[in-house]
């Protein structure tokens, strides 16, 4: 099966020997990704919200560049470098599915995250 690298200049270049997304199929595989602003290639700095916006803002970039929405999503992974801070990654996370669309997720609490981020997100969606 033919795969193809998708790769957009509206989320962050990848830190290391991976592409930022894979359609393999009618299935768009995304890398983890972490509060990276795209524009200066500056970690977002605040809160674990602030964080998980910016994670957000970049997988809809992913998802834009490979013609799908989040209503596509079928499948996230969460990692949290504390669950303490579930809730507000969960409540910020959740606005960003229409009309309760959730996919299929689970939340992973790790010891630490690349750049020390609070928050890492990866989604696997269908075209």
């Not at 998980?52 to 969460?78: E, P, R, W």
């Not at 507000?88 to 229409?98: H, L, Q, S, T």
Request: charge should be neutral; proline fraction near 6%.
């Amino acid at each position: 099966m033919e795969k193809q690298a998708i790769n957009t200049k509206q989320a962050p270049a990848p830190i290391g020997p991976y592409s930022q997304a894979i359609f393999s199929g009618n299935t768009l595989f995304i890398s983890g990704q972490i509060p990276v602003d795209p524009a200066t290639g500056q970690l977002v700095k605040g809160n674990v919200r602030d964080e998980t916006h910016q994670v957000m803002k970049n997988l809809k970039a992913i998802l834009s560049a490979s013609g799908l929405h989040f209503s596509d999503v079928v499948k996230t992974t969460i990692f949290v470098a504390d669950m303490n801070n579930f809730g507000e990654v969960n409540e910020v996370y959740g606005k960003y599915f229409d009309n309760g669309n959730f996919p299929a997720r689970e939340t992973v609490q790790v010891a630490a995250l690349p750049k020390a981020v609070q928050v890492e997100i990866s989604m696997i969606a269908v075209k």
